[in-house]
């Protein structure tokens, strides 16, 4: 087994400020996520990464940026945080071959 | 056109009643995960599903390739099992595509 930690797990910012979201795994998996998820919507994904410094945008990629610099970390930055990114930021982690997903447990960011 | 569609939005159930989720998708399928989610809780891996039948305790899911679906079935439900159930599928590489979830409430 293993776990997904995220930290913080909130995270309270003023408009425009920037903003860094971590994500941590010991599954050893290879691939991480992150997505977004918006109050009573489905999750949209935002980065993931495939191995260690590897970086693909997903559908949501506008605005954030993302870091692999080890394997076992993901780590997401709103670069110009406005009030409609209010949202839940959940990280997963799966390993190859379409192998099921797992995710941390979020961080809930309020922009002020 | 949405990829993956989820019934029913919302459903209330007296507890002891069953209930059928449904998962329908219009792409090609590598896998299907569903997911049970508490307000303001992460997302709980109940079932990886690509194709077949799975149980777990009272809860079974089904995936049938050829008709592009998906199914969870929750027998003789419980209060604790209130909460959001979310089907994703995975077409392409392993990036999931989730619908929009169904809301359960199971009353006493």
């Known amino acids: 087994g293993g776990i997904i930690t995220q930290t913080p797990k909130f995270l309270i910012g003023q408009e425009g400020q920037k903003l860094t979201l971590k994500c941590q795994q010991n599954f050893n998996h290879d691939t991480m996520y992150w997505y977004r998820q918006d109050s009573g919507k489905g999750l949209r994904l935002i980065y993931y990464?495939?191995?260690?410094?590897?970086?693909q945008k997903g559908d949501l990629s506008e605005g954030y940026d993302a870091s692999r610099e080890k394997k076992s970390s993901f780590s997401l930055t709103v670069t110009s945080a406005q009030k409609n990114e209010m949202a839940v930021f959940l990280c997963?982690?799966?390993?190859?071959?379409?192998?099921?997903?797992?995710f941390g447990p979020g961080t809930r960011l309020t922009v002020l | 056109g949405q990829q993956v569609q989820q019934s029913p939005a919302s459903l209330v159930l007296q507890e002891g009643e069953n209930a059928e989720l449904q998962c329908n998708f219009s792409t090609s399928l590598n896998s299907m995960q569903w997911f049970y989610q508490r307000p303001g809780g992460s997302l709980v891996s109940l079932f990886y599903?690509?194709?077949g039948t799975k149980q777990s305790g009272r809860l079974t899911s089904t995936t049938v390739i050829k008709e592009r679906r998906s199914s969870l079935h929750i027998s003789s439900s419980q209060t604790t099992d209130s909460g959001t159930y979310l089907c994703a599928l995975a077409s392409s590489f392993s990036k999931l595509v989730f619908g929009q979830g169904t809301s359960l409430s199971v009353v006493p």
């Open positions: 599903n690509p194709s």
């Open positions: 997963a982690s799966n390993g190859p071959n379409y192998a099921e997903q797992f």
């Open positions: 990464s495939i191995t260690e410094n590897d970086l």
